[in-house]
């Protein structure tokens, strides 16, 4: 489920990035390796999150337990029915790792998206501009924005859309002109 959770949560975030961009998400396939390793960061970022949640609740349950084993009449009716408290105890871990897996799925989903497009506000304020020679021509002022298996990506300022290039087109990508 972590996997799945961070495999969606990367190709939301480029998909997303792609789509501020004016590029259309669906023509574009990510990369496996770069979805996980984008989405497990976003999936890691949000079990820590959840994981500072969760630990107060246990200390103060075990808190209050270790205050309740001092009294004899709380410590007898627990060691008596502790087959009881043990089926409950598992069912509520039970619910608790459903509750983890299902908020971390999503948030990650959704940290994804927001990621996505902060990114390409930044490409589209902050980029290195390049000029691109390819077969048939050439374009100044292009930000490269990423690539996929056969085509390079790069945003035109001016036009305020994405434009690609096969990778076997392009001669040369000079920077900072």
């Known amino acids: 489920m972590l996997t799945a959770a961070a495999y969606a949560a990367g190709v939301v975030q480029s998909k997303e990035l792609y789509r501020e961009l004016g590029v259309e998400p669906e023509i574009i396939s990510i990369d496996l390796q770069k979805a996980l390793y984008d989405g497990g960061l976003l999936v890691f970022s949000e079990l820590a999150h959840d994981f500072f949640k969760i630990v107060p609740y246990f200390v103060l349950v075990l808190v209050v337990c270790a205050i309740a084993c001092f009294f004899v009449v709380i410590r007898s009716w627990v060691i008596s029915h502790a087959s009881a408290i043990m089926h409950c105890l598992s069912v509520f871990g039970y619910v608790v790792l459903l509750w983890l897996i299902y908020d971390v799925t999503v948030s990650s989903f959704a940290q994804g998206r927001d990621?996505?497009?902060?990114?390409?506000?930044?490409?589209?304020?902050e980029c290195t501009v390049t000029t691109v020679k390819y077969e048939g021509g050439k374009s100044k002022g292009l930000c490269a924005i990423g690539r996929t298996a056969d085509l390079l990506w790069f945003y035109d300022p001016k036009s305020r859309n994405a434009i690609s290039f096969g990778k076997d087109k392009i001669i040369q990508v000079v920077g900072g002109e």
């Open 115 to 125: 990621l996505g497009a902060k990114l390409a506000e930044h490409l589209k304020s």
